[in-house]
C-alpha cells in the first residue's frame, strides 16, 4: 500500500541529495518517477532540482495555487503509469496542495515522498510542513548539526555580518549567505542578539581534520 512520506530537516542536512539518490533508485529499476518542485525556488534555474555536492535532475515546477492531484493525473495521461511522487522544498506547500498529495497515495496508490523544512527563520511551522506533520503516514527526521556541535534543528536568518535577523516575509529564497542551521540553544542566543554567525565556515575535505 502506498504512503505519504514527510522527510524533513533544517537547514543543509542533504534534504535534496537523498531526494535526488532516491528517485535515482527507481530510475535504476526502471521505474518512473515525477519530481515536483515549488516555482518560486529558482535558485538553480527553471525546472531543475539541484543538492548542494552537484547533483541535479529535471523537476515539474508548481504554482501555489495548483492542483497536484490534476498535475500527476495529466503527467500519467501524458506519459503512463507512475511509480512514485517526489516533491522538494515542501514546506511551500499550501494545505489544500497537502492533501492532494494524500490524494495521489490514497486515490492513485502512488507513494509520494516530500522534502522540506520544518520550521521557518522565527521557529514557526511552514503551512506545508503543519500539514505534512499532522497527514503524512510516515515521518522521518533528517539529521545535521550546529556549529557548536549540537544537533541543529532550527534555522536562522542572517544579515551580511552574521547577525540574526527576526523581522520579515516567511518565504525569502536564499542558501547558505541567508540562513544557518542552528541547535535551539544557539537559536535563543543569537535571536536574543547575542553573538554572530560566521557565514563562510572552514569546508575540510572528507576524511580530514583540522
Known sequence: MAKLYFYYSAMNAGKTTT???????????????????????????????????????NARRF?????????????????????????DEAQFLSKAQVWQISDVVDRLNIPVLAYGLRTD????????????????DNLEEIKTICHTGRKATMVVRVDEHGRAVTDGPQVEIGGNDRYVSVSRA???????GDGRIELQQTVLPLGERE
Open 63 to 87: 504554482s501555489n495555487d495548483e492542483d497536484l492531484f490534476a498535475l500527476v493525473e495529466q503527467d500519467i495521461a501524458a506519459r503512463g503509469a507512475l511509480n512514485c511522487v517526489f516533491v
Open 186 to 192: 544557539e537559536f535563543k542566543k543569537i535571536s536574543a
Open 121 to 136: 527563520f522565527r521557529g514557526e511551522l511552514f503551512e506545508g510542513s503543519r500539514h505534512l506533520l499532522a497527514w503524512a
Open 19 to 57: 531526494l535526488l539518490q532516491s528517485a535515482y533508485n527507481y530510475h535504476e529499476r526502471g521505474m518512473r518517477t515525477l519530481i515536483l518542485t515549488p516555482a518560486l525556488d529558482n535558485r538553480f534555474g527553471e525546472g531543475v532540482v539541484a543538492s548542494r555536492i552537484g547533483l541535479k535532475a
